[in-house]
């Protein structure tokens, strides 16, 4: 935010850092255990914030380096390559706030191998901003284009996904081709027909971007008197 010098992921949200409540959500949410963190924007400082989450909740953090961070979150997400294997994992951002129920929802089914499952919210009428959220269209349970742009769409993109190794083959293609967006790696599986989606519409998330958003994620956490364990 304009008015902060704080990296993003440690803006206080109802006195939990976003770091700190999305860690909570998907060990919560997911029974998430081994996390690993790409470090780009004031990566020391970051670090020692997961660090310390790790510490007093007793979970692993790995980092890793994502020197092209600047050029998108594909390129951020890319340099988690060689430490994510081959098992299935979730992707999530940092600045997407989220109730453990979607993470819940998300990873209930199995992943085939090769394929990935974006989480999407039919509800166009609870979507805070409609102009920046990044849009989809899905198909017979599978997307069939995703952009900003989109004006034939049916669903959003939340900002948490499922996935396996062939993420990494979608990006390094799109980064290949001079595009580093997490979007443009989701797009070239999705043109395969390997992306799949996941409709948690009716569970509460929100892209925090803007000071307004801040606040009513505040507001909403305060009514909700969501308790996060951990």
């Not at 790790?54 to 020197?67: K, N, W």
């Not at 600047?70 to 951002?93: H, Q, R, T, V, Y």
Request: proline fraction near 3%; include cysteine.
């Amino acid at each position: 935010f304009p008015e902060t010098i704080l990296p993003k992921p440690l803006t206080p949200v109802r006195g939990l850092t976003m770091a700190e409540r999305v860690v909570r959500t998907l060990c919560e949410g997911a029974g998430i255990e081994r996390f690993v963190i790409a470090l780009g924007y004031e990566a020391e400082t970051v670090k020692s914030h997961f660090q310390s989450i790790g510490q007093r909740l007793g979970i692993d953090m790995e980092f890793v380096s994502a020197p092209d961070h600047a050029k998108g979150n594909g390129a951020s997400a890319l340099g988690a390559l060689e430490a994510m294997g081959d098992e299935p994992f979730i992707l999530s951002m940092c600045d997407h706030l989220y109730e453990p129920k979607l993470a819940q929802n998300l990873v209930e089914n199995s992943l085939p191998t090769g394929t990935m499952t974006l989480a999407i919210d039919t509800n166009k009428s609870a979507i805070f901003d409609l102009d920046d959220v990044m849009k989809v269209s899905s198909q017979d349970g599978k997307i069939a284009s995703i952009s900003k742009s989109l004006t034939d769409w049916d669903c959003a993109d939340t900002g948490v996904m499922y996935c396996t190794s062939a993420l990494f083959d979608g990006l390094s293609e799109a980064a290949a081709e001079g595009k580093y967006g997490l979007a443009d790696g989701v797009r070239v599986l999705a043109e395969r027909g390997m992306a799949n989606v996941k409709d948690v519409t009716g569970t509460w998330w929100l892209d925090i971007d803007t000071t307004e958003a801040l606040e009513i994620a505040e507001s909403y956490l305060s009514d909700q008197k969501i308790k996060l364990t951990g």
